[in-house]
């Protein structure tokens, strides 16, 4: 495999990654306050949708990434009103999120546009291009680096770059700042922060709400900066993967680039291998590397390498005790 | 204010999951009406293209196979205490079961072939389920977490060995199977008794699913390993005190919402399409997961409800032929409504319904008193 | 100077705390009768009370994690409104909760900053919350490593952190509940020294607990809680453990059994070297033995919390004993086979300590509780599937016989009152002719009348040559049922009486771990 074709898997595995990363975080937020969220999913989707819809409207890309954020909020705040003020099964709401962004993204899709679901193709404005980093084509001729600068470093659009930069904000705003510090405290032992004289529930929204805008970055990203406007169930799964990364980061945020990039890089070169032979295995069934990311999850739960302990009031609704 | 509030049964078995269905469709509806059609229309619609004709009931009942498996599935292990959010994994494995038996054993006669198909799905879902059973019973990872990467686990495997092992090549399906591995059409069996019925998918497999439901009642509130199940779901630390190991019913009543599961394989599989093929679980099992919320995880109940999405599914469609603009997707938003208030807002239901109760019961008293002072 | 910038000098002659007709019920349990307290400033003032008897509830409510349903607070003189944590923290109160309220996987600093971290931004408050740490450590020696990880500290470390975080945020009250329940004896020491010094800074500490010889060791004052009522408040020099023991237990109108002269027969249980460690590698039973003869009532006194649960959960097999032996009928259990089920088969029946959490099962038909532990009977059924009419005939029976109210076998468990389920539940293990009887708190939540009814049962019961092993927390229970009394007190025995040879007072000495030698 030569140098040339290193770069290119670098290049998808930084595109591929994206989406994973944007939900991986969303749920970083959302579970280290204590809120499961198996509905990074559907928000993402109903995010993709609002994305597509609103880019195609408004001709504007941004006004796409906030109808985004937005209708992603939105449904975040459902799951958070079910699952903190209602004290109710957070599984439970969690499928029934990504039923509803399934459901009513193709339907409200078809019935505007009629193009069985999808949202009419955007160009130009309302698409999030690909940034040319400075000093990237003059760097490209330099050996070895100059092309790592030009091919993966540089050429993504707007939304990776934000999405990239959240990995550090996260990392910051957790480790740093009275906010991060409540809010993981919250996700551990409630009753701690209430008898400090906090609220957990506002702390609790106020997670499902950056998780929920997190989702909308992913979602616009795949729909008006990876593709050219919304296919119906485009997230394929993307969501559920997050979900396996986040268990693999065990919940931290360098680590969960760490694991998106991995699970990018799997992708990556999954589509790569597709019908190669490789000598000495013979054909390698791509879907074995499609599958790692969840095999290595379950094995990861299951304690056999290492250990994913949850936060540990995740998933268990705030009562005080009599 | 945490306590459970506490219901007249007939409230707690009719009145609740009532409630939050009709507030279901009251969202659809609004859905309908925000794309600029009518409900009432697509309502008669839907029911005229689901029940108003032969055909129609057939198709409605088919899909009803689907979900009263998927549902039951989810309700067993509901029982235990459980999520199982794998039915589609299980049901995807479960296919894989059947069709193994039916191309590779089709040398036995068709009385061996289809049990042993059946078999072979539900041992097949019974070991995809009892897998994430154990790993919570023994090994402590959450059965949830664990059964939604068995489904994604499940998809890639079933694309590996449709395309590179045993599918045709070049095709994302096996061969057909023998006849005599194919479970019969219901039309097709009553044809030579004189009774014509239109053409429609419902297969035998239905009778199974009926036969299933009573097989599960009987289970879950009649036999001793019901009463198990039912001793660790609703209260861990007397099953303790009772000598039921707890972690022995989780795997038991995981391999049996599998096994369960399996038979959305044996529909679609055995009874419909004759042939191993990618996708055919078309989300259902998570529809099993609305149905069994709203059956309230009573084999009786789960009937209903699975008749309901059957309607809903095969009244879609007809619905969608109509007015293209209304999808089939709709019954998937009124999935997603149905398990969000029967399921994530249970408690707000319940306390509306007891609140609604008592104002009832509040009239109630004061209508006679104000009678006796009028009169 | 404090974190909080609490701004308000109380008045220097004020009382501390004034509680004035606090009055607290849950449903119908009455937590708190028209309460009365005066806490002096700089004193160290101890709340003494049995379980149940409205300590914690008092507490809470000062801390504002219950609103009381009347009655009025003053801290330093001023009637406060504290309807939430943050409102006594800003009264300048803080409280160390019997369980932490600590973030395990967060450090010493984390834990102590959250709430006041003084800013958005965590390093400016951090800079200032190690200074404050330094200083509190040098005034009160208390050392603690800012940066260690919480849950990797010891029980008494992390306790030292709850004061820390009082203290930080400039409480000048400090309320500790049952502190030294977790403490080993020289931790437990470190801590009254601590308090002392607190006193000497003039801080005001509350010290809940019901050991007795804590109250005579450290405090200043003394008030005694019974039932949710405050029935004297003294200073501690004035009064002695006995004295104490007695306003804390009551004379009580003893609730007489009839019992003729016991004639026990041979030793039906025996308990050796038994010691428990539970799942939190706590040691809960410590080298217990004793025998239960047939025939005999053997009660086991002790203030909950003490091991008496897990000692009785250990003999029923539902929990595995770390070290020890047990013998029925002087046959040695082995301990593969020492399951409820194996128990069950071979006599020995268990009546257990909380009967909605394990010995019924609320949602079930009332039958079907009735089944548990014995669902495997043929009686009920052959094959896989239960005769449930069989079923329902056997409850039906029972019910008559234990004039359990509403007689419906079909009856949701849930739905009868406690005394009618506690029937329920002696009438499924003792209509199994035991020969070992484990019996725990026979008549917690249950009315006069089944308690007499129960009562007379169990002995009966002994009569018919049962043994019969009872764990229970009223006294007055223990020491009108039982032919000799054990006092357990933090996992161990620390006494053995007969009833005709003892009272409350010396009973409840032994419970406070007053012992012979000690006292």
Redesign the interface.
Same mark, same amino acid.
């Given at each position: 495999m030569d140098y040339t074709t290193l770069l290119t898997i670098a290049d998808s595995t930084v595109r591929l990654s994206i989406p994973l990363l944007c939900a991986c975080l969303a749920g970083l937020w959302s579970e280290r306050s204590g809120v499961v969220d198996i509905g990074l999913e559907g928000k993402m989707l109903a995010a993709a949708f609002a994305a597509g819809a609103a880019a195609h409207a408004s001709s504007s890309a941004v006004l796409g990434l906030l109808a985004a954020i937005a209708v992603s909020m939105a449904f975040a705040l459902v799951h958070g009103f079910a699952a903190i003020s209602q004290r109710g099964n957070q599984i439970v709401s969690g499928v029934a999120i990504n039923m509803l962004a399934a459901g009513l993204s193709a339907i409200i899709g078809n019935a505007w546009y009629g193009q069985g679901g999808r949202t009419p193709p955007v160009d130009g404005a309302a698409r999030f291009g690909e940034l040319v980093l400075p000093g990237a084509e003059r760097l490209a001729a330099a050996p070895v680096l100059g092309p790592f600068y030009a091919e993966v470093v540089s050429g993504h659009s707007l939304l990776v770059y934000l999405a990239l930069a959240a990995v550090p904000v996260t990392w910051f705003v957790l480790a740093r700042t009275r906010f991060g510090l409540r809010l993981r405290a919250v996700g551990e032992n409630p009753a701690a922060v209430d008898t400090a004289g906090i609220s957990v529930a506002a702390l609790r929204y106020a997670a499902v709400t950056i998780c929920g805008a997190l989702c909308g970055l992913g979602g616009a990203y795949l729909a008006i900066a990876q593709s050219a406007g919304f296919l119906p169930l485009m997230t394929a799964g993307k969501g559920f993967i997050a979900l396996a990364a986040l268990i693999f980061a065990k919940w931290r945020a360098w680590p969960a680039l760490g694991a998106c990039l991995l699970f990018g890089l799997l992708d990556a070169v999954a589509i790569r291998l597709q019908g190669v032979v490789v000598p000495g295995i013979g054909q390698v069934p791509v879907q074995a590397i499609q599958a790692l990311p969840y095999v290595m999850t379950v094995v990861l739960l299951a304690g056999f390498i290492g250990r994913a302990v949850p936060p540990r009031a995740s998933g268990i609704p705030y009562v005080k005790e009599r | &204010?945490?306590a459970p509030i506490?219901l007249p049964k007939w409230a707690d078995v009719v009145l609740v999951p009532l409630v939050s269905v009709t507030a279901a469709f009251v969202v659809a509806g609004l859905?309908v009406l925000s794309?600029?059609e009518n409900p009432v229309e697509a309502t008669r619609l839907l029911l005229a293209g689901s029940l108003g004709s032969g055909e129609g009931l057939g198709f409605t009942l088919y899909y009803a196979t689907d979900f009263i498996f998927t549902g039951l599935a989810v309700a067993v292990a509901y029982h235990a205490g459980l999520?199982n959010?794998g039915g589609e994994g299980q049901a995807t494995v479960a296919g894989i079961g059947a069709a193994l038996v039916c191309l590779y054993l089709d040398f036995l006669p068709g009385v061996l072939l289809l049990p042993l198909g059946i078999l072979g799905a539900a041992a097949f879902g019974a070991a995809w389920g009892f897998v994430p059973g154990w790993?919570q019973a023994r #090994?402590?990872?959450?059965v949830?977490? /664990?059964t939604? &990467?068995?489904?994604?686990?499940a998809a /890639?495997?079933i694309?590996?060995l449709v395309?590179?092992v045993i599918g045709e090549p070049g095709l994302t399906e096996t061969r057909a199977f023998a006849a005599k591995a194919t479970i019969p059409y219901v039309h097709e069996l009553l044809a030579p008794l004189g009774i014509a019925l239109p053409t429609s998918p419902l297969n035998l497999t239905f009778l199974l699913a009926l036969a299933a439901s009573y097989g599960i009642w009987?289970l879950v509130y009649?036999? #001793?390993?019901g009463?198990?199940i039912?001793?660790v779901g609703?209260?861990p630390?007397?099953a303790?005190?009772?000598?039921i190991s707890p972690a022995r019913v989780i795997m038991i009543a995981m391999a049996l919402s599998g096994a369960l599961a399996g038979g959305l394989a044996v529909n679609e599989i055995m009874g419909v399409q004759h042939r191993l093929l990618l996708e055919f679980t078309s989300s259902y099992g998570?529809v099993g997961?609305?149905v069994a919320?709203m059956g309230r995880s009573h084999p009786g109940g789960v009937v209903l409800a699975a008749v309901l999405f059957g309607i809903l599914y095969q009244g879609g469609a007809e619905l969608a032929f109509e007015t293209? /603009?209304?999808?089939r997707?709709?019954? !998937?938003?009124?999935? =997603? !409504?149905v398990?969000?208030f029967a =399921?994530?807002?249970?408690?707000?239901f319940r306390r509306l319904v007891a609140r609604g109760l008592g104002v009832l019961r509040r009239v109630r008293a004061a209508a006679p008193r104000r009678a006796a002072a009028e009169g | 100077m404090n974190a909080y910038g609490k701004t308000s000098a109380p008045a220097a002659s004020a009382p501390a705390i004034e509680l004035v007709g606090i009055d607290k019920r849950f449903g119908a349990v009455h937590a708190n009768k028209a309460v009365h307290l005066t806490v002096e400033r700089g004193s160290i003032h101890g709340i003494v009370g049995e379980n149940g008897a409205g300590k914690s509830t008092l507490m809470s409510i000062v801390y504002g994690f219950y609103e009381a349903d009347a009655g009025e607070i003053r801290v330093g003189g001023r009637p406060m409104a504290i309807r939430s944590s943050a409102d006594a923290i800003r009264a300048g109160i803080g409280m160390v909760h019997q369980h932490f309220m600590l973030v395990e996987p967060l450090s010493v600093l984390d834990n102590v900053m959250l709430g006041a971290e003084g800013g958005a931004l965590l390093e400016k408050g951090e800079a200032q919350a190690r200074r404050e740490l330094a200083r509190l450590e040098r005034e009160y020696n208390l050392v603690v490593d800012p940066d260690a990880i919480v849950g990797e500290l010891s029980v008494g470390l992390q306790q030292r952190v709850e004061i820390l975080k009082a203290l930080y945020r400039g409480a000048d009250i400090l309320i500790l509940d049952e502190p030294t329940a977790v403490l080993t004896p020289a931790e437990a020491s470190a801590l009254f020294s601590l308090l002392r010094a607190l006193k000497e800074q003039g801080k005001t500490v509350i010290l809940i607990t019901h050991k007795l010889n804590e109250i005579m060791a450290v405090t200043d004052r003394v008030s005694v809680m019974r039932r949710g009522e405050m029935v004297a408040t003294l200073p501690t020099a004035e009064t002695s453990p006995p004295a104490l023991a007695e306003l804390m237990v009551g004379r009580r109108v003893l609730l007489r059994v009839e019992k003729k002269e016991h004639v026990p027969g041979d030793v039906a249980l025996a308990v050796e070297g038994l010691s428990v460690v539970d799942e939190r590698n706590c040691l809960r039973v410590a080298d217990v033995s004793f025998a239960v003869r047939a025939g005999e009532i053997v009660g086991i006194a002790g203030v909950a919390g003490n091991g008496q649960s897990e000692l009785l959960e250990a003999i029923a097999g539902m929990r595995r004993p770390t070290l020890g032996r047990i013998a029925l009928d002087g046959r040695a259990l082995d301990p593969a086979e020492h399951g409820p089920r194996t128990l069950r088969r071979l006599g020995l029946l268990h009546v257990p300590e909380d009967r909605l959490r394990t010995g019924l099962v609320p949602a079930f038909e009332a039958f079907e509780s009735a089944a548990l532990g014995f669902a495997d009977d043929p009686a009920y059924g052959k094959g896989a599937l239960f005769d449930r009419q069989a079923m329902v005939a056997d409850l039906a029976a029972k019910m008559e016989a234990y004039d359990v109210r509403p007689r419906d076998p079909r009856l949701r468990t849930s739905k009868f009152s406690g005394g009618n389920q506690q029937k329920i539940v002696l009438a499924r293990e003792i209509e199994r002719d035991p020969r070992v009887l484990l019996v725990g708190q026979p008549t917690r939540g249950v009315d006069i009348g089944a308690i007499e009814f129960i009562h007379r049962r169990l002995v009966a019961l002994r009569d018919a040559g049962v043994a019969i092993l009872l764990v229970s927390v009223e006294l007055e229970e223990i020491m009108s049922l039982s032919d000799r009394i054990l006092v357990m007190c933090g996992g161990r025995i620390t006494g053995e009486r007969r009833p005709h040879e003892t009272d409350e007072r010396d009973l409840g000495l032994l419970m406070a771990g007053v012992t012979e030698r000690a006292a």
């Open positions: - | &204010m945490s506490e859905v794309i600029g999520f959010i790993l #090994r402590g990872s959450h949830v977490i /664990t939604i &990467m068995f489904n994604f686990i /890639t495997l694309v590996h395309v590179n009987l009649r036999s #001793r390993l009463y198990a039912r001793t609703a209260n630390g007397a303790v005190y009772a000598g998570f997961i609305a919320l293209p /603009t209304i999808t997707d709709m019954v !998937v938003v009124i999935g =997603g !409504v398990i969000l =399921g994530a807002l249970e408690g707000l | -």
